[in-house]
């Protein structure tokens, strides 16, 4: 099969498609699902540059696409994550992330695999698939000890998605806090899949504020700059450590990546205490959900006020924070969700509001594990 190139240019993109739905509709409204509305969801100047790279003010993550354990991934899903992927696209969002650690068992990697399947069997327009960035992480595995070694993980992805060049090569985790002997040869190793071609900008994931100053000063002394920086971004995790990351990159041309902007799905609006997700999702909001009332009420009132949903409003937050949020998605209902996000801008009061209600909650997001300082 013919190998494709899916890379970001620095050229401008083709002119955003209508947004088809807004979900501020309420469920029985009786304008249908593909109805436009009049002007895009965004216009191409608003593009963020991301390196030599342009995409979209918002990605799509694809964790879900794969793991089972949490989120109960089944092969029966792929035709509505396929329609989920052409929806976004056909919408102008042109920014994927995803990872070769992402699902679960013997589905290791089907994320990067679905995504090249998706792409390739495209319906629209050539151009929109042309524009496609693909962000992916390599994982930081205890096996992997070499430079050599993660530029293969590197070509491994390439070959699951079928084509011939990353967006984004990011490494998905530093071993600064339990093998900091490793870290070198991995940054060698984004170093070296850089000046192969491999990967078109190079990025990191789940780097505080120490390590991301070391890395940035590694790279540019190697020639090599680092374009983004990924960490869990969002009402439920403003702390220092991600106030301290979003000032540095500021200072030093990163773009911050924010992932998980709905805390898991804790901002949608969806749970209480009483109706739990399945799975170890429900332990965790078990702990954090009798908390989060003076936020879930600021997200609500500002919800009714504006016309919006509960996702949208801490989407956007997000968004005027700085940060290219990426939240996950797996249906066609949620992708016109998060699509609802794009568009408008909260106030100055409203972000206020929303972060004072941050502050009033007692429940925090639980950080990623591997979260460095």
């Excluded at 070509?155 to 071993?175: A, F, V, Y």
């Excluded at 060698?188 to 850089?194: H, P, Q, R, S, T």
Aim: net charge positive; with cysteine.
């Amino acid at each position: 099969m013919a190998v494709l190139m899916v890379v970001g240019t620095s050229s401008a993109p083709p002119f955003p498609l209508p947004v088809t739905c807004t979900t501020s509709l309420p469920k029985n409204s009786l304008i249908p699902p593909s109805s436009p509305l009049k002007l895009p969801l965004f216009w191409p100047w608003q593009k963020l540059k991301v390196g030599p790279l342009s995409v979209s003010p918002m990605g799509f993550g694809t964790w879900a696409w794969g793991n089972q354990l949490l989120w109960g991934y089944d092969e029966s899903m792929d035709a509505e994550l396929q329609k989920t992927f052409n929806l976004a696209v056909q919408n102008g969002i042109n920014l994927f992330d995803t990872a070769d650690s992402y699902g679960t068992g013997k589905l290791n990697g089907q994320s990067e695999k679905l995504l090249g399947k998706f792409i390739r069997e495209f319906p629209g327009r050539q151009e929109a698939r042309d524009n496609i960035v693909i962000a992916s992480k390599f994982a930081a595995y205890p096996w992997r000890l070499t430079p050599g070694q993660f530029v293969n993980a590197c070509k491994s992805s390439l070959d699951r998605m079928q084509i011939e060049q990353i967006g984004i090569g990011q490494l998905h985790w530093s071993t600064a806090n339990y093998a900091p002997l490793q870290e070198r040869a991995l940054w060698d190793g984004l170093v070296a899949m850089y000046e192969k071609g491999l990967v078109r900008a190079v990025g990191v994931s789940n780097y505080g504020p120490k390590q991301l100053l070391k890395i940035h000063d590694y790279l540019t002394a190697r020639g090599v700059p680092l374009c983004s920086a990924q960490v869990q971004f969002s009402l439920l995790s403003m702390g220092k450590d991600q106030t301290e990351v979003k000032d540095i990159s500021d200072s030093l041309g990163i773009r911050l990546i924010s992932y998980s902007p709905l805390g898991l799905g804790m901002l949608t609006g969806k749970y209480s205490s009483s109706n739990l997700p399945p799975g170890p999702r429900g332990l965790l909001f078990r702990q954090i959900l009798p908390g989060l009332d003076p936020l879930l009420n600021a997200l609500k009132e500002i919800s009714q006020r504006r016309k919006k949903s509960i996702p949208q409003v801490a989407i956007n937050w997000c968004i005027c924070k700085g940060t290219l949020p990426i939240p996950g998605v797996k249906s066609v209902n949620q992708a016109r969700e998060n699509l609802g996000a794009l568009g408008w801008k909260l106030t100055s009061d409203e972000l206020l509001q929303l972060e004072d209600g941050a502050n009033r909650s007692s429940g925090r997001m639980i950080q990623n594990v591997f979260q460095t300082s």
